[in-house]
């Protein structure tokens, strides 16, 4: 594709949101960073305090997981909005009823969108066929009923995957797109997409991909009502047997940086810096934050390090997410600190006191994300998860938030797990600490 397409999509949301991306040099020499690192004073204005504290729970769409119900996809148009629209609401009266007070939606579980985008086609959760209109949109909806509940909503977006395998079938599908307005990002930026961890992703070296991922975020948040916009923890994403060949970007774009790993680090930083300020130019009310992998680096690493032997997001995801913090760039960063008291490794404790002091000197707030998927289920390496049906380890890791000053508040990993066998003594426990 001609580079002048790579904006195609971006003039389309007018000169306000063209005018507020930051857009990323393309020059050989590595860009200088958009944001003065901190000497004693973060770089954005102090925060407003948050008077409640965060209970939030994830909403999963990638795969169905949460939520559209897998089997109102087979039904007739009709039926299947009303039984999508109708799982909501019910969830939502659930997620109330426990006193959750936020709902981080998943509108962006791959290169597919669950609103009505010009630049991302529909996501083929909603009627099984990517591109195809759901009949309603359900962004605007989950916003209507979260916000009639007087419950807030943060869009969650997966910056950079595309599919979640690689599939034949999968590619079809992807290259059906083409015939459609907008048509997947597989076909119109080839040259963007790698495969890693046997899904197909954005190339985050390169400097279009990032702009179009942050002329997709202005696009959200100048259109929709949201409280929030958040990125997960997958910003590299590779595994041993498929790891992200980005070799020849690095040539292109790499010189200067001692190190590849450096030169990723760089990439993500330079997408959170962009989305951060473009998100504050359209509307500084609606905060910004990342749910990144628990441990930054482990103490064996680096002696700014958690006492930990986990896997880090800066070493593997190439996310610097302490220096985010440092530099003021998030509201909140919410770290899935998804291990009990007594795992050595990585203790849920020695996690949350060591970001508490991470966020200390700064503005950005702390949530801490708890694993509920573990509830319940019997696990060799973390018995706890099923002694007195999980109460115990949850209520000593709500109590440390809760006595934390730093910690304003928990966000639950997530939603259905509420409604599962296994979650119902903690479920009954969180209704009676939180619940109205």
Known sequence: MS???????????????????????????????????????????????????????????????????????????????????????????????????TVFFQVKPDGTALWASKILPWSDMMTGKIGEDPGYDPLKFMLDEAHKRGMKVHAWFNPYRVSTNTKPSTVSELNRTLSLDPASVFVLHRDWIRTASDRFVLDPGIPEARDWITSIVAEVVTNYPVDGVQFDDYFYAESAGSALNDSQTFIKYGKGYHSKADWRRHNTQQLIEQVSRTIKQLKPGVEFGVSPAGVWRNLSQDSAGSDTRGAAAYDEAYADTRQWVQQGLLDYIAPQVYWPFSRKAARYDVLAKWWADVVKPTHTRLYIGVALYKVGEPSKMEPDWTVGGGVPELKKQLDLNASTPQISGTILFRENYLNQPQTRDAVNYLRSRWGS
């Open 3 to 101: 580079h002048s397409l790579s904006f195609q999509t971006v003039s389309k949301l007018g000169a306000l949101v063209a005018g507020a991306l930051l857009l990323a040099s393309c020059s050989s020499e590595p860009p200088k960073s958009l944001v003065t690192p901190v000497a004693g004073k973060p770089s954005l204005p102090a925060r407003p305090q948050q008077n409640q504290e965060m209970r939030g729970v994830w909403l999963t769409t990638v795969s169905r997981l949460d939520w559209p119900p897998v089997a109102s996809v087979n039904s007739s148009p009709a039926l299947r909005i009303s039984q999508q629209q109708q799982a909501l609401r019910l969830k939502l009266d659930n997620l109330k009823s426990l006193g959750i007070n």
